[in-house]
């Protein structure tokens, strides 16, 4: 099981890699030896590191930071890391209190967005990172825009992506299309498409031709919620998706990229490109159907690499990014994983720091790498890192593209990041659309009811 990025009563959801093994521990866990100088620093005599973090029931990733903890303990003499596991919705239902409390931990992992973050940063509970950002030098290791993601927000709470440094995460994720080259090759299809109108031409020939376009699934609501933001920022650029969830720009749902976006689901339903009965399909089931092989093309993260099967029943599989209307990018829903802050409350606000600095580190980032994560940097030779790691194919696609997007491209956040109730308004509304009970305007306007109230409640 993985928790979904996604918003919602209790805030906004973070995915990560969860119940998955990771490939290569033993490997992951010498490149976090060398993490680490014997000679230590840091730290005095019986202190203790209270570590919270929120990947409850990732036994490999948890493995990961037992080995990096011990690593961290030998190079701080007397220092012992009190690792806490919680599971995703206890550390959002319960941060709050707990931050708000004389006794948090020294570290804990705390969501993204506004109902989270934003709300701990207003109430003074956590730390400003920027001195400690600037001693360590994290800004060269991860972009400006990921930081912009997942750890700057205005001192008053109400500008994500704006202000100082709360946060860091160590590990990536991010949307892309996967497809089948065995069944592409069956359709004349010899190649991914890198524009929006080949998608299209790609989806119509796998139509005409009997095989199922899109593996799509749509009763939990996610994959609507991936294709809206995917099919905006192809249309309209990363600003599209930026403006909203920033609240940069006057921005709304009434514009023509929003309408053009929703339109195209709606096409896309009406062509009977997506599964069949797709409504009766969550996102799992119809990944498990595309990575059983039916379907030319499905909307995946990348966290759920490696695909089920032997390296030759994989080789077949592809993830490349969603194609832009004007070819422009790589472009794609990118952003980290819970990012790593320090409370306020914090007995050992200097030791956190050099807590957080090792495990994002650009050693942990090539342990991540051979484990089969994204880390939030690539390495300084991604090839030789990958092929040391012995990866499937499409694990290597992923990290490849995901990195090249953060890289060179232009990674945006997940457009229900925008509002509390936006999650909820693009599944309801998104089955209203399909089944033609709603027109493309009707639809925005529900989007926009549910995003326009909540920006103005912030100023």
Known sequence: MHDRRRGGPGGYRTHRTVGRTLVALGAAAGLFLTACSSS???????TTLVVQNGAGGATGLLAAYAKLNKQFEAAHKGVKIKFVTKSFDEVVSTAKLQLSGSNPPDVTQ??????????????????????????????????????????????????????????????????????????????????????????????????????????????????????????????????????IVFHRNAPTFKSSAAAWAAQTLKSWSDKGY?????????????????????????????????LPGTPAQTKKFKMVVFPSVSGAGPNAVAAGDMPWTIPAHSKHHDLAAEYINFISSATSADALLASGNMPSFAPADLDVALGKANLPSPSQDAIKNGLSVIKSGSPVPFID??????????????????????????????????????VSSLK
């Open 274 to 306: 997506f599964t069949k009965n797709y409504t009766a399909y969550k996102t799992d089931e119809a990944f498990a159907k595309f990575a059983g092989g039916s379907g030319l093309f499905d909307l995946a993260g990348s966290w759920l690499m490696p």
């Open 110 to 243: 705390t969501n993204q967005g506004y109902q989270a973050m934003g709300t701990f940063v207003k109430a003074g509970l956590l730390t400003n990172l920027d001195d400690y950002a600037k001693k360590y030098d994290w800004v060269s290791r991860q972009s400006s825009k990921l930081l912009e993601l997942n750890g700057h927000f205005s001192a008053n709470g109400v500008k994500m992506g704006d202000g100082p440094l709360w946060g860091i995460s160590v590990t990536n994720a991010w949307i892309g299309l996967l497809m089948n080259m065995d069944v592409a090759s069956q359709l004349g299809i010899s190649a991914p498409p890198t524009t929006f109108a080949e998608l299209e031409q790609d989806l119509s020939a796998a139509k005409q031709k009997g095989a199922v376009p899109f593996q799509f699934g749509s009763s939990n609501g996610e994959m609507p919620a991936w294709l809206l933001s995917e099919l905006l920022l192809a249309k309209g650029g990363p600003e599209a998706v930026n403006d």
């Open 40 to 46: 230590g620093s840091g730290g005095s005599s019986g």
């Open 417 to 454: 990041w925008g509002a509390p109730d936006l999650y909820d308004a693009i599944k309801s509304g998104f089955e209203s659309l399909a089944a033609g009970s709603m027109s493309v305007d009707s639809f925005l306007s529900r989007l926009q009811d549910a995003f326009g109230p909540f």
